[in-house]
């Protein structure tokens, strides 16, 4: 470290030999026909040599605009672009720190000008859409489209490759307004390349149908939308990668891309036992994330975008493939289409300390376990778009799903009473296999009437999901004390669950005022049937064979969800506000039928309203303030509601209750999101909160002498919780080559939960407190450096003097770096330390995590060679501390260790100009 200090010593006394002009130029812009202000002209700098853009920034409500910079240039291009309007353009001389260019008057498009100017603004600014020109933003030469965004202002793209723009979630990335493998973005952006991408457009999040008659659509998400070069819509290209490592680690992947016109056919595959999704090509920043948008499950697997692939706990061994379709057929159909295929198998050992509070005593217990899953999964998604005319179109998503798995499980369990003497102790082994089939069909009809905004849409959504399951299960059971008892359990269970769901709804809007004011009726309704039938036969050892039939432990049920409900709306949608509300009324029938025990049959209706409101307004491009409400219920669950006594747990009864009411929410955000384009200063903050009626939660009963314990349901009223977030960044430009930016984000969430501890009612408070900041130095083409620092602080509190108020704190800590000198050479750090003093003595309490790659472009930069280091200080843990109202519980599980691999990806390019397919050279920028 000390060597790399001096060499970053010496650069930077390197890059002071040189000299700078700052400068700043302002001026007003006005337009020719209406000599009004412009607000939200695009105004850039470019440099007269090489037309490369040296900075930017938006005009103001008033017309009026800043930009500030510095230059080794004497002269540069000005422009001014606003759609509408002629391009503006003057050679302007750097030759003082302040000049004004006073008024600008903006000449109507179709008006002749003096001089005719060919540029493309950087920046487009509309309504409801932020385009982005991709030629102005300057990269690597094999940047992706990740490495594309970074650059783009506003937009954040964090380690783990989610995406924001002005503080919201991109929850979809489209290539040319189509989806590019289902809804996975991070596909997208790590395996696309910038150079064939011409403009990045970002909107409000829509369906196809909002889109399509011009709602507005999901507000608290961003859609980023392709748009690949004319003259890149005819060719291949695509990359192969492969590695091998220490430990038998290896990885592999290949994508390959089609694109002719219309048409676009994309295939990839991958496979590695690193615990990552397979698909990052040995990329230098990402092998050591998991992508967005990633769900782990517990038994190691974890799903992108509703497939899934494996990793998360434990170690995963993992083999993907996938292929994308995209193409018109005749002249009204679009088509989209996409078949995954992944398979995984994870191993993992986990070891817990559960510390359990009662009300009058506690109770710890101590777990280890052992699970080894293998699971293969195949899903195919379709999208159909057909517009007979511009006024009726015709929407259809069939999606299908097989997955068959199988886990082997095996844990033992102690538990001990508050003076530590053993009360009871568990053995289970399990083995599993299970078999899903799935099927789901989304069909809309929306037809526009005349051009005021009148509309009328019908929608039908069908699923189907079949499960089947065989379950061998061997435990052994022992309670202690006055009345010892020993359970052995050799059984089989058959289990079969279906579930069939049909949602239907008809929506039409009145306008009142054209376009801009409407009136809103919708009719729903939706039938949802669940059928769960488990069949458990004890093992006979006369006829050496699952045959006696348990009654105790076999279930049959089949529940009924049916909803009824008209809604009555309102909205408004003007150039700056949008605001909506509707107002519904939900008759829902609830019934369970239990085969097995008729005598617990039930079947219960409830009549609720539901309500929501949206607000939106826009001060200008810049800054917006938005707000949302609404009101639902959700029934008790299936489970929830069933009296009988569920003992499949020798040391934990289930016991439903068939009185419990709906619970109805009360929610509530807000928030502020501001960009300021010519000071590069973005500020976000939001507000939430809820309260909730009727909430359903579990009250357990634990018996003072075995600590079995006996669950039930009971409604309760009182939970409510509130929180509060802001995320503040800065860009400082030192110079053309060096900038500075800080990056500061705080949480509070404070919440009430009204529970039960052994009958006792009682409610706690959690109040937790996370601040984060960071500081970035980039010195392009030379360097990155990134510290950051994260607080984690949680206080838990009771109103029963049988619990006692605890505080967890936790720290986290980085540092990420990259050198890119030698000029073909790229090394990347990343270094983390976590610290939590909380988690018990036998668990391991701080651990610094350090992963390092050094990769070298070859040949045209079409190869790169990387080697990598994971976890090279082997201190790789994932140890963590879990608390609830009534328990604290310390866990630790497998993790995967130190290796070091060395990897080669190549990149190959036939995309041609105009169509015609080259020769085979890459397309890069300098």
Do not use: C
């Amino acid at each position: 470290m000390k060597k790399l200090t001096l060499v970053f010593a010496f650069l930077f006394a390197l890059q002071s030999f040189s000299q700078e002009k700052s400068f700043e130029i302002t001026g007003t812009l006005k337009a020719e026909d209406t000599e009004l202000s412009l607000e939200s002209a695009t105004v850039y700098l470019e440099r007269v040599k090489d037309s490369s853009v040296v900075t930017y920034t938006i005009s103001d409500k008033d017309g009026k605009f800043k930009i500030e910079n510095s230059t080794y240039d004497k002269d540069l291009n000005f422009y001014v672009s606003y759609v509408g309007y002629r391009t503006y353009f003057k050679k302007i001389a750097i030759d003082k720190e302040k000049i004004d260019l006073g008024t600008i008057v903006m000449p109507l498009d179709n008006q002749l000008g003096e001089v005719l100017v060919k540029s493309t603004a950087p920046i487009t600014i509309k309504k409801d859409t932020l385009e982005f020109n991709v030629k102005s933003f300057k990269t690597k030469k094999d940047a992706n489209v990740e490495d594309l965004l970074k650059q783009l202002p506003g937009v954040e793209v964090d380690e783990e490759g989610n995406i924001t723009v002005n503080g919201k979630s991109v929850n979809k990335i489209l290539v040319n307004g189509k989806p590019f493998f289902g809804d996975d973005p991070t596909i997208t952006t790590k395996n696309l390349t910038k150079d064939i991408i011409e403009k990045i457009q970002i909107v409000d999040t829509k369906t196809k149908s909002e889109a399509f008659t011009g709602e507005e659509g999901d507000d608290e998400n961003k859609t980023i939308n392709l748009t690949i070069k004319e003259e890149n819509n005819k060719g291949i290209f695509g990359r192969v990668s492969a590695g091998a490592g220490t430990d038998d680690r290896y990885e592999f992947a290949g994508m390959v891309n089609l694109f002719d016109n219309d048409r676009r056919v994309s295939v990839l595959v991958g496979g590695n036992n690193i615990n990552t999704p397979g698909f990052s090509f040995g990329e230098i920043s990402k092998m050591f994330g998991n992508g967005g948008g990633v769900s782990f499950n517990s038994n190691g697997s974890f799903s992108i975008g509703g497939r899934s692939f494996g990793g998360g706990e434990g170690i995963t061994t993992s083999q993907n493939a996938g292929v994308n379709y995209a193409d018109i057929i005749g002249k009204n159909t679009d088509i989209a289409a996409d078949y995954f295929y992944a398979s995984s198998n994870s191993e993992n050992e986990s070891s817990s300390q559960r510390e359990t509070i009662l009300s009058d005593s506690r109770f710890f217990t101590n777990s280890n376990s052992r699970s080894d899953n293998d699971t293969d999964n195949h899903s195919v998604n379709l999208e159909f778009e057909i517009e007979t005319d511009s006024t009726f179109m015709i929407s259809i998503q069939p999606s299908f799903g097989y997955s068959k798995s199988r886990t082997r499980y095996y844990s033992n369990e102690e538990t001990l009473d508050e003076d530590l003497v053993l009360t009871n102790q568990s053995e289970v082994n399990s083995n599993v296999e299970s078999y899903a089939k799935e099927f789901s069909n989304q069909i809309s009809a929306t037809k526009r009437f005349g051009n005021k905004g009148a509309f009328i849409k019908a929608e039908i959504e069908t699923s189907v999901n079949q499960q089947d399951s065989d379950d061998f299960l061997n435990s052994n059971t022992e309670v202690f004390g006055a009345n010892p008892e020993l359970i052995d359990r050799n059984q089989f269970t058959d289990g079969e669950k279906n579930s069939y769901g049909v949602s239907t709804e008809l929506s039409y809007r009145l306008p009142i005022i054209a376009k801009k004011f409407f009136l809103n009726f919708e009719y729903e309704y939706a039938r949802d049937k669940d059928k769960s039938k488990e069949s458990t036969y004890d093992y006979n050892n006369t006829s050496q064979g699952f045959t006696d039939f348990s009654t105790d432990l076999s279930t049959d049920f089949k529940y009924t969800d049916s909803r009824s409900i008209p809604t009555f709306g309102l909205t408004y949608n003007g150039e700056k506000l949008y605001t909506r509300f509707n107002l519904g009324y939900n008759l829902r029938t609830l019934k369970n039928e239990d085969v097995l025990r008729p005598q617990f049959n039930v079947e219960r209706k409830f009549e609720n309203i539901e309500a929501n409101y949206r607000f939106n307004y826009r001060f200008s491009p810049k800054a917006s303030v938005y707000a949302s409400y609404w009101l639902d219920n959700n029934p008790p669950g299936l489970r929830q509601l069933q009296a009988y006594e569920d003992v499949s747990n020798p040391l934990q009864t289930i016991i439903g209750n068939p009185n419990l009411e709906p619970s109805n929410r009360h929610s509530f955000y807000a928030g502020y999101n501001g960009f300021d384009w010519q000071k590069r200063t973005g500020f976000y903050a939001n507000v939430n909160a809820s309260t909730t009626n009727n909430q359903v939660v579990s009250k357990t009963i634990v018996d003072p002498e075995t600590l079995k314990r006996t669950t039930t349901y009971e409604n309760v009223d009182g939970n409510y919780n509130y929180g509060l977030s802001g995320n503040y960044t800065k860009d400082i430009k030192l110079d053309t080559l060096r900038t500075l930016k800080l990056k500061f984000r705080a949480r509070y969430n404070f919440s009430e939960r009204i529970n039960f501890n052994n009958d006792v009612k009682y409610a706690s408070q959690v109040k937790t407190v996370s601040p984060r900041i960071g500081v970035d130095f980039i010195w392009d083409k030379v360097m990155e450096f990134k510290p950051y620092y994260e607080l984690n602080f949680t206080n838990n509190a009771y109103d029963i003097a049988a619990f006692e108020d605890r505080e967890f704190t936790s720290h986290n800590a980085g540092l990420r770096t990259a050198t890119f000198l030698p000029k073909k050479l790229e090394w990347r750090n990343d270094i983390s330390f976590n610290y939590n003093p909380n988690v018990a003595d036998d668990f391991q309490k701080s651990a610094w995590f350090w992963n390092s790659t050094l990769a070298y472009s070859m040949f045209k930069d079409k190869a790169i060679i990387t080697l990598k280091v994971y976890d090279l200080l082997n201190q790789n843990t994932n140890a963590r501390r879990i608390a609830t109202q009534d328990y604290i519980e310390d866990k630790q599980s497998t993790v995967l260790r130190r290796y070091f691999m060395l990897s080669l990806s190549y990149k190959f390019n036939s995309l041609g100009s105009k169509g015609e397919t080259g020769g085979g050279d890459m397309i890069y920028f300098d």
